[in-house]
C-alpha cells in the first residue's frame, strides 16, 4: 500500500495516484538519514534533485475509516515514540477517512539539477541500505520489497523511466496480479515537450516542501502522458 499526500480538507485524507515531489525528498532523506529537524541538509536535498515518475499499473484505491488518539493539548513536546505520545494525561480521538493506492508499481528517475549538494552514487547505495526504514508516504505503508536502483545514462527521459527491472514472479504473473491494463502514464517535470507528443497535460500539484514544521507546501508545474505499453 502507499498513500501520496494531496491537500486535505476535514477529516478526509486522499491519496495522488502517483508519488509526489514531497514523498519521494522524503524517502531520500530517510534513506540518507537526514532527520526532519535537519532544515539544511534538507533543503540542500530538495534543491539538488528532479524526479520522473513512469505509472506501470494503476493500482487499487483502498479507504481507511481511521481513529488515532493524540494529546489533547499541544505543548510544544516532540513525541519520539507512540508511547511517549499515549502517556500524556489527556487523550483526544481524531476520526479521519484515509485512502491508499494497493498493488501500485511505479519506476522513479531521478536527476541532478545545477550545483548539487548530493551525487547519484550517495542515493543509489542509500537506497540499497538505507539509515531510516523506508515508507511510501505514510509509516503505515512499508515496502513490499527492497528497492532496485540503477545509475544510467540515456539521452532523454524516457529512456531512463523504460530502463527494464527484474520482475517480482515473471512478466506475465506480475501484470495479471498487479492488475496492468496496457497502459502507462508518465509524469515529469521541467520540459513540456520532452515526450513530444500533443496529449500531454499539465497540472500543479502542492507538494513542494515550504516548512517542515508547519507542513506548508506550494504548488509546482507537472506534466502528464498516458501510453499504451510497448509489446
Known amino acids: 500500500m502507499a ?33 526532519t529537524d535537519n532544515a539544511e541538509k534538507l533543503e540542500a ?12 499499473v494503476p493500482s487499487s484505491i483502498l479507504r481507511d475509516y481511521h481513529t488515532a488518539q493524540v494529546p489533547s493539548e499541544k505543548r510544544g513536546v516532540t513525541h519520539l ?12 480521538t481524531v476520526l479521519s477517512s484515509r485512502d491508499y493506492r494497493c498493488d501500485g508499481v511505479w519506476v522513479v528517475a531521478v536527476w541532478l539539477r545545477a550545483n548539487p549538494q548530493v551525487a547519484l552514487s550517495a542515493i543509489k547505495a ?11 508516504g505514510r509509516k503505515s505503508c512499508p515496502l513490499s520489497l527492497p528497492l532496485s536502483p540503477k545509475t544510467i545514462e540515456t539521452e532523454t527521459l524516457q529512456q531512463a523511466l523504460d530502463t527494464d527491472f527484474p520482475p517480482v514472479v ?12 496496457g497502459f502507462v502514464t508518465y509524469f515529469w517535470e521541467g520540459n513540456a515537450t520532452e515526450f ?36
Open 45 to 56: 536535498l530538495q534543491q539538488s534533485v528532479s524526479f520522473g515518475v513512469k505509472q506501470c
Open 170 to 181: 515473471s512478466e506475465q504473473s506480475d501484470k495479471y496480479w498487479f492488475g496492468a491494463n
Open 196 to 231: 513530444d507528443d500533443e496529449l500531454t497535460q499539465s497540472y500543479q500539484p502542492w507538494d513542494e516542501p515550504v516548512h517542515r514544521g508547519r507542513w506548508q507546501f506550494k504548488k509546482r508545474t507537472m506534466h502528464q502522458l498516458t501510453l499504451r505499453e510497448a509489446k
Open 3 to 35: 498513500s501520496w499526500g494531496v491537500p486535505a480538507v476535514g477529516g478526509d485524507r486522499a491519496t495522488a495516484i502517483a508519488p509526489t515531489r514531497s514523498a519521494l525528498l522524503g524517502l531520500l532523506g530517510a534513506a540518507l538519514g537526514i532527520t
Open 126 to 136: 542509500a537506497l540499497e541500505k538505507p539509515v531510516f526504514p523506508l515508507y511510501l
Open 81 to 92: 515514540t507512540r508511547k511517549s505520545e499515549l502517556s500524556e494525561a489527556k487523550l483526544n
